[in-house]
């Protein structure tokens, strides 16, 4: 009678292993169903096949760090994944203007995306919650650097820190215009602002950029 028992529980224990392995590969299969569909769906966005290829990558090597920052704004898996789908679509509209695929600037560009996408549905989702935009006030009359004379005479690493230290919408608006050489217009477009909004971040970061600059000694006409 022992024995039978023993022999019962085994093969029970066979039969759920059975299941579970069973319901885990239908799952993994329609999430690997749905990375493809949505994968290729992005690809139709995109004409040239060198493109075509350069997107894939920046695909399957960045969607889990955009599904992070995506959930670290907006702490709902659903949402989430709505913003990193609508930041997919911005970078293959704008893969053209990628180089290179894996590297530092390319990271920081998709952190800009998905991050003002997240809030952009943010904003949406929750418009009774105070996401500042504060774009509305009229510029003062500050006389600004050329940012080409603020690079021969500082170099690039206080520049970068100075960057660095800014408010988001400041450093991404700022880094789109002069780094990555997006017009005030597809800045517009990428962040989800109207184009006066946009000229008016670049317009304030770079007054940023001029009065820590003047803090530390420098001087410019």
């Known amino acids: 009678m022992r024995n039978f028992l ?21 799952s993994i299969g329609k999430i690997c169903g749905n990375v493809i569909i949505m994968l290729s769906f992005y690809l139709t966005l995109i004409d040239e096949p060198s493109d ?3 997107f894939t ?19 709902s898996s659903a949402l989430a994944e709505e913003a990193v789908q609508e930041s997919f679509v911005k970078i293959a509209k704008n893969i053209f203007k990628i180089s290179s695929p894996i590297c530092s600037k390319t990271a920081s560009f998709i952190v800009i995306i998905v991050r003002n996408t ?11 919650r105070n996401v500042s935009l ?6 003062e009359n500050i006389e600004m650097p050329d940012i080409n004379e603020v690079l021969s005479t500082v170099g690039i690493n206080f520049i970068l820190e100075v960057i660095n230290g800014m408010d988001d919408k400041y450093r991404d608006a700022l ?9 005030n217009n597809e800045i517009a477009k990428l962040l ?9 971040r ?20």
């Not at 090597?61 to 992070?68: C, L, R």
């Not at 504060?134 to 510029?139: G, V, Y």
Request: proline letters at 1%.
């Open 175 to 183: 880094s789109l215009k002069y780094l990555y050489g997006y017009s």
């Open 6 to 26: 023993e022999h019962h529980n085994f093969v029970m224990l066979l039969l759920f292993v059975y299941i579970y392995g069973i319901l885990c590969i239908n």
């Open 57 to 75: 990558e920046i695909y399957e090597h960045y969607k889990g760090m955009m599904m992070q920052k995506a959930m670290s704004i907006l702490h």
């Open 192 to 200: 989800g602002i109207t184009e006066d909004n946009a000229r008016m």
């Open 202 to 221: 670049i317009y304030r970061a770079k007054a940023i950029l001029k009065a820590k600059l003047e803090e530390n000694g420098y001087a410019f006409k």
């Open 118 to 128: 997240s809030y952009d549905i943010l904003r949406r989702e929750k418009p009774d």
């Open 134 to 139: 504060d774009e509305e006030i009229s510029a």
């Open 52 to 54: 075509k290829e350069k």
